[in-house]
């Protein structure tokens, strides 16, 4: 036990989950509502309806949670040590974007103990666009020694729509900037917790994912489901259409939004099994996008009409 | 009007604070800033003895103008009223007519006066319109010259309302002579207070005017000027590589890029595991460059050392965190390129062919599978017919498996993750796997040139698939109408019609580019997407890359606008021959009787054309209507160069034909000077126009002289 005391005073840089306490904490005491991860698969943090429709429409928000992210075709069966199937980010949404941004994100990295002064940290041009999502912003890249850490994005449209008030939205790699942290080379070798590794806890979900999405995952039946989930997204999205007073403030566009983060998935396994041809790709990419779009119109429409609370309590 | 002289003079101090604008926008900002300021004081008068400079850094956009008026010239103008017998009474009392002109210039009617005009003598009033003051009119003009700058692409950071740049605007300063100017840009109120580099200096510094703006900003980790950064970088850059004892990589824009990218560039040395420099070198490059923006260092010989040197935005990095920082960046992203490199390679480049279904290269035009195709069927006809021409390294076979395994490596990892390294990937696999070396390099080279300072491929088989995936682009995005306007090209036509051209001259290649278009063409509509070519389109796409053939020979062999006009107009779908003909030309022009003749042809041009007579047009010459000996000689002297000249063109000696036509310029002298081309017998003038046409007709084969010494010549 006092060794194991002794070498915990040894290893540098905060354990993997620490490094979320600290974020959390940060964003917290800026007046984040501390959200938790989305429970549908997605590929980025920013597909999680709490970035996705919160940025539209007019009212202030700022909310940050960890995002778990599903990449099929980035798996590397657990052998690569930096490229995975899933990997978390830190997702902070800021609504409107405040005058001293940057400054407070330079902070939120001195609080997970980066010494700014003792590093070369740039904000180098990268904007970011989701051609599924109908989404895109202005921003750039946040490097620390030449890593990339961070994504820094003044939201532009979200669901093909114009946003107004402008958000900003942060997105750590937090294995990324936890190897930084614990100066190590593999992800897999990161700490998590005091006695557990990235590895320890992650590394059988890597390979197995990655096995299943690159050859055993049943193309035909993630077809199907596709179509399914597209189906149920249309059809609820046409019953917005007609529905009136109470049925119109309660109509389930969230899930509409639930189907089209469904049919992004199954997307991106067909992808990473190798069966979608050049035709078919963009044709199902914009399959995706319509319904985004159609899902950020509806709950815009649905959010200026009437507030679902407010019908609650009455 | 007069200006009324005010000669003190001021110092503008104007600077817009953002965040981070991306470095490759910088220069072009830099430079507009500077002409929309100079444009905006011009238009108000302001410019006259003023020195407008601009500098830029990542976080802002600095004007500093010197010599300028501290207040507009006071302006005097006369307005004329009524005529005097309208104003005044013959007693000399002013009328109402007189009163109402003073009271609406705004002078009292003692100090109108009489002008003598034309018309007579006319009342008159004298305004003088006061100058603005330089604070006054800088107010309107600053926000104007920011907001006049052009961006690819805008942002807003508050909303839909807010103000658009190409990243948020967060602090200005504009200081007139000391004093700051009440203004706002982009919604953002201007000050004296400027900020320093985000690390190494203040958030806070008051400046007074440029001098001390500079000096405050230097001590605060920012260096106003690029060349002064430029200057710290490559000399820094040198003494790294010099007690190395090592020579940059040489990269021209990666050494402008990083001037912008940084407040204060500051130079470090890193090394880098030499296992890696197993990896070829092309590769290890291209990671440094494209993505962390190092420079590659090399040995005496040529070979990359295991170093490299990385342009950093602190002072300095005395504890070594930041190399250590970056040597850990660059040794993953080695580390990704060896994965690749070994993973790709577990099955054989040719393997990936399949999956170039997958990529598309226009949605009409198919996948990059398709593509291939076209491109061997181009490639093989090319080949085939220069090895019928006699042409010993056209191998048919070899250009055929190039052009299939061209593409592959669009599948690869490795491209997919470098994908400036295409070609030269797929080349490198190539090699490693055994192909020969022929096809090896060929795919390695088949994207070249990619300018016109690019070589061209190393082997006739690279050239080959060279050419045949150009004229397959370019006949193809033709044909479906994707067609490059002034502002877009997205497939890059230009550049591909530009390579066809550097390709064939600098090779040499006896080629016909209407049949390379016609072949082309012949594979699009036989294989896939089988989609026709019109002959209109044809017409449009040999006019496209003849357009690119003339910029060469103007712009780089230095051949004069004229004599490419010329010699394009007797035909250029043989470019080695056209080129040969410009030689030519170019050498003969200088002889005396060439200008002359020249003039003749022109004359003669016209003559036939106002005759309505198609040069082309073959009436026979009858020397039975011969009326004067200067016919009779001019006739024999045609019909005895032509057939000297017939045999010098088939040789190829066209320097020697174009002498044998400049000797007759004494006989067409003498036609002109002692004949009448348009007599009044018709058949007698017939057989003169015949007899010039005739004479066009076989002395424009070479180069068309009437268009010699025109008004665009250069």
Sequence with gaps: MKVKVKLEKRQRGLNFQDLILQLSQFWVKQGCVLQQPYDVEVGAGTMHPETFLRVLGPNPYRVGYVQPSRRPADGRYGENPNRLYKHSQFQVILKPSPVDVQDLYLKSLGAIGIHLKEHDIRFEEDNWESPTLGAWGIGWQVLLDGLEITQFTYFQQSGGIDLDPISVELTYGLERICAFLQGVESVYDLRWSADKTYGDIRLMEEQQFSEYSFDRSDAAAIRAEFELHEKQAKELLNGFKTAEGKDRVRWPILAAYDHCLKCSHLFNLMDAR???????????????????????????EQLTSATPRREVRA | MKPVANEKRVELLFEVGCEEIPAGMLPKAEEEL???????????????????????????????????????????????????????????????????????????????????????????????????????????ILPRSVHDLTWPRSMTWTGLEGARFIRPIRWIVAVLEGKPLKLSVGGIPAGDTTRGHRFLGSSAIRVKSFGGYEKHLHSNGVIVRPAERQEKIDRELAAHAKRSGLDIHEDAALRKLVIYLNEFPTVIQGDFDPAFLNLPDEILVIVMRDHQKYFAVEKKNGDLAPHFLAVINVAGDSKGIIRA????????????????????????????LPKLERITYESRLGSFRDKVERVRAISRWLTEQWFNLGMLQAHVAEADRAAELAKCDLATEMVREFPELQGIVGGLYARAQGEPVEVADAVYDHYRPVGLDD????????????????????????AVGVVPTGSSDPYALRRAALGIVKIILDKKLPLSISLSIGAAAKALVTLK?????????????LEFILDRAKYVFREREGFGYDEVSAVFRAGADD????????????????????EPLAVSFKRIRKILEKANIPAKDGHHVNPDLFESPAERELYSAVRDAATKVQALKRAGKYQEALVVIAGLRKAVDQFFDGVMVMAENEAVRNNRLALLA?????????????????EERR
């Design chain 2, 325 to 352: 920082g970056h040597e850990r960046v660059l040794r993953a992203r080695f580390a990704d390129a060896q994965f690749f490199w070994t993973s790709d390679q577990k099955c054989r480049l040719a393997d990936y």
């Design chain 2, 694 to 710: 005739e004479l066009l007709r076989e002395f424009t084969t070479v180069a068309d002289f009437s268009e010699i010494g025109g």
């Design chain 2, 34 to 140: 500077r002409t929309n300021i100079e444009k905006l004081l011009s238009a108000e008068s302001l410019s006259e003895g003023v020195t407008v400079e601009t500098f830029s850094a990542p976080r802002r956009l600095t004007a500093w103008v010197r010599g300028l008026l501290a207040k507009q010239p006071d302006v005097e103008t006369e307005v004329t009223g009524p005529p005097k017998s309208v104003a005044y009474e013959p007693v000399g009392a002013p009328t109402r007519a007189a009163l109402s002109f003073a009271e609406k210039q705004g002078v009292h009617v003692s100090d109108l006066y009489l002008v003598q005009t034309p018309k007579g003598e006319y009342v008159a009033a004298k305004q003088i319109k006061l100058g603005r003051t330089a604070a006054q009119i800088l107010t309107a």
């Design chain 1, 274 to 300: 190798g069966v979608i041809s050049t035709t078919e790709r963009a044709a199902l990419m914009a399959r995706v996008r319509t319904i985004a779009c159609r899902t950020a119109a509806a709950y815009l």
């Design chain 2, 575 to 594: 470019l080695v021959d056209a080129q040969k003909r410009l030689v030519a030309l170019k050498a003969i022009r200088k002889s005396k009787n060439f």
């Design chain 2, 455 to 478: 070589p061209i491929p190393r082997n006739l088989t690279g050239c080959a698939v060279a050419l045949a995936d150009k004229l397959d682009s370019v006949v193809g995005c033709f």
């Design chain 2, 529 to 541: 997407p089988k989609r026709g070519v019109t002959p209109a389109q044809e017409a449009q796409i």
